[in-house]
């Protein structure tokens, strides 16, 4: 969904980096040949979790950022709702997670108090890179992000305050868990954003199956963005 410019407010050298960013982003995603990803996505069908670690072989040096216009969308979430905690299931080398802080602090200034972006990523050199591009963007963005090294179904096991808004952008298998983990702090309101439920629909089949479930705790749009865009209101029936 493409949109003429961007709703982020941000100084320049943010703005500048982002847009670098998104080019090797995209740069990297186009050089992935069928040849690569076709085998992954089959031993995906076979067998999930081998499928997982062949994702993890051919993705670990590459940012497979979130488009500009959902991480623009995703901004826009964080500002009209107002989060001011959110966590990110999958944070690979910080681009959407530059998003989330720059929303936060806009909120910040428009209710007064802190807020926190919790990025998760299991990766070592990926996380190393993460925190590069946040210390270039500078205190700004840098102190409101804590990252988890790990497994997120650990790192998010404990320590998390009432959620606000939980961005999904994370390996299949690993979704469902990711919201069972949050699902105990997530505020009734609460927004819950799943990148990629078209194009990837039958590979997130349990995670949706949970938020489309019309007797659930959850009300979901599917946005037509590239791939498709979920965005899930937490609405617990019982509370
Ligand atoms: C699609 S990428 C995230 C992209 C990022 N949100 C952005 O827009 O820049 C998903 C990331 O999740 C990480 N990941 C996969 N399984 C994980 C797990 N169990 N715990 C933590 N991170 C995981 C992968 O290493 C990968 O870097």
């Known amino acids: 969904m493409a949109s003429p410019g961007s709703p982020v407010r941000a100084?320049?050298?943010?703005?500048?980096l982002l847009s670098r960013l998104h080019e090797e982003s995209e740069k990297q995603e186009a050089s992935i040949t069928p040849d690569q990803y076709a085998p992954v996505i089959n031993l995906y069908k076979q067998d999930p979790?081998?499928?997982?670690k062949a994702l993890d072989e051919l993705m670990r040096d590459k940012f497979i950022a979130l488009?500009?216009?959902?991480?623009?969308?995703?901004?826009?979430?964080?500002?009209?709702?107002?989060?001011?905690y959110v966590v990110e299931a999958g944070t690979s080398f910080g681009v959407s997670t530059i998003y989330l802080a720059l929303g936060v602090a806009e909120v910040e200034k428009m209710t007064g108090g802190m807020g926190k972006v919790i990025?998760?990523?299991?990766e070592r050199t990926k996380a190393e890179k993460a925190r590069g591009y946040w210390r270039e963007?500078?205190?700004?963005?840098?102190?409101?992000?804590?990252?988890?090294?790990?497994?997120?179904?650990?790192?998010l096991a404990s320590n998390l305050e009432t959620v606000d808004l939980l961005l999904l952008d994370i390996w299949p298998p690993v979704a469902l868990p990711a919201l069972k983990a949050v699902l105990p702090k997530l505020r009734p309101g609460a927004l819950v954003l799943t990148d990629n439920t078209i194009q990837a629909e039958h590979r997130y089949q349990e995670l949706l199956s949970v938020l489309?479930?019309?007797?659930g705790d959850f009300r979901s749009s599917t946005l037509p963005f590239k791939g498709g865009f979920e965005v899930s209101v937490y609405v617990p029936r019982s509370r």
């Open 212 to 215: 489309r479930d019309p007797k």
């Open 67 to 84: 488009e500009k216009d959902k991480a623009d969308f995703v901004y826009q979430m964080i500002v009209s709702s107002g989060a001011k």
């Open 119 to 122: 990025g998760t990523e299991k």
């Open 11 to 16: 100084p320049d050298h943010i703005k500048s």
């Open 137 to 155: 963007c500078g205190e700004e963005v840098e102190s409101r992000i804590e990252l988890r090294e790990g497994d997120l179904v650990s790192t």
């Open 49 to 52: 979790v081998a499928g997982s």
